[in-house]
């Protein structure tokens, strides 16, 4: 596709039910990048992906944080056990290449997730 | 510890009226300067990045300039549809993006 594309744009669960959330980068990007964005708020890093090695998951909140790009394309993050400050607005991003000083970012339009 | 900040945090200008947002940074070894334009429901768009200071981009009614602590982005003669949310962005020396918490920008015809 042209840009980079997420499902659902919108998810209701209740508090302890798992997710995942899903994300299709642009084709051909290598890098594929999970950010958090709490209303009001700049998006903040959780997890770095070069192709469908993990580089970096510092920015993961707790271990009911998982990701994976198992081959190098669609990614899914998943989230057990929601608790409500889980919600926020989930956006995926992809980069052409491995560097970000290089290439941009390109954003999709995030997962809204709500948990009640 | 490596932070970006942006000011004001809203701004309501009448069409026309130029003005200029700034972006602070503390970014260990900067290796590039992002402004991204958000629209309410959507993802963060991309505008230009900077790499060195004096380094200046334009866009239509945009203008980017950097220096070696902060970022400036000029509206000129803005119109309503340049009302969004302008987030700039620092790349740091682990190749890590710190964005900062936005500009949210209304424009009244």
């Known amino acids: 596709g042209a840009g980079v594309s997420q499902s659902p744009r919108y998810k209701v669960a209740k508090r302890g039910q798992d997710v995942a959330l899903r994300c299709d980068p642009i084709?051909?990007?290598?890098?594929l990048f999970w950010y958090q964005q709490a209303l009001g708020q700049g998006p903040e890093f959780l997890t770095y992906f070069q192709n469908e090695a993990q580089l970096d998951k510092s920015g993961l909140p707790s271990d009911r944080f998982f990701a994976e790009r198992p081959e190098g394309s669609v990614s899914t993050l998943k989230i057990q056990r929601t608790q409500q400050e889980d919600s926020a607005v989930y956006l995926c991003?992809?980069?052409?290449?491995?560097?970000?000083?290089?290439?941009?970012?390109?954003f999709g339009n995030g997962t809204r997730l709500t948990v009640t | 510890e490596d932070q970006v900040t942006q000011s004001p945090e809203a701004l309501r200008l009448q069409e026309g009226e130029s003005s200029s947002l700034n972006c602070s940074y503390t970014v260990s070894g900067l290796r590039g300067l992002f402004w991204y334009r958000q629209d309410p429901g959507k993802g963060p768009e991309f505008l230009f990045t900077l790499y060195s200071a004096g380094e200046e981009k334009e866009k239509e009614r945009l203008k980017a300039t950097l220096t070696k602590k902060e970022s400036f982005l000029h509206i000129t003669a803005p119109k309503p549809e340049d009302s969004a949310t302008y987030l700039c962005?620092?790349?740091?020396?682990?190749?890590?993006?710190?964005f900062g918490t936005g500009t949210r920008l209304q424009v009244f015809p």
């Open positions: 084709s051909g990007h290598v890098s």
């Open positions: 962005a620092g790349v740091n020396n682990t190749d890590k993006l710190i």
């Open positions: 991003a992809s980069s052409l290449d491995g560097t970000l000083g290089n290439s941009p970012l390109h």
